[in-house]
C-alpha cells in the first residue's frame, strides 16, 4: 500500500481506492445481508454498520411496544448510521452500512 489517505490503513492491498466511498448492502428480510455485510468488512477490512445491531445498540433502554414504534426508531437507526457514516467518509474512511431501509409511513406490499 501507499498509504495514500487516512482511510487506506483500514483497506488491505488491492482496495486502498476506498477512500470517502460508502457501500450500501439492501434487500429483503432474512435475506443474507447482514452476512454477506460482516464478511466484505471482514476482507476488505472497512468498518461496517448493521441496522438490527444498530438499533438494538440505541434503544436497549427504551420500550417499543409495537410495530409503529419500531418502524419510527428504525427511521432513527438509519439517522443515525448516516450520520456515524458521514463522520468516518470526512475522515477518509471507507464504511458499510447494512439494513433493510423502508421509508417511514411506507407500507409493504406483497
Do not use: Q
Not at 19 to 47: H, Q
Request: proline share 4%; net charge neutral; charged share 25%.
Amino acid at each position: 500500500m501507499n498509504g495514500a489517505g487516512r482511510g487506506s490503513e483500514y483497506c488491505e492491498d488491492g482496495v486502498e481506492n476506498m477512500n470517502k466511498k460508502i457501500i450500501i448492502i439492501e434487500g429483503y428480510l432474512a435475506s443474507g445481508k447482514s452476512t454477506f455485510a460482516l464478511r466484505l468488512s471482514k476482507d476488505i477490512r472497512v468498518p461496517c454498520f448493521v441496522k438490527y445491531t444498530f438499533k438494538i445498540a440505541l434503544c436497549s433502554n427504551i420500550s417499543i411496544p409495537d410495530k409503529r414504534e419500531s418502524s419510527r426508531f428504525s427511521t432513527i437507526t438509519f439517522d443515525g448510521m448516516m450520520y456515524a457514516a458521514e463522520r468516518l467518509i470526512e475522515m477518509d474512511c471507507p464504511v458499510i452500512i447494512e439494513g433493510n431501509f423502508v421509508p417511514f409511513g411506507v407500507k409493504k406490499i406483497d
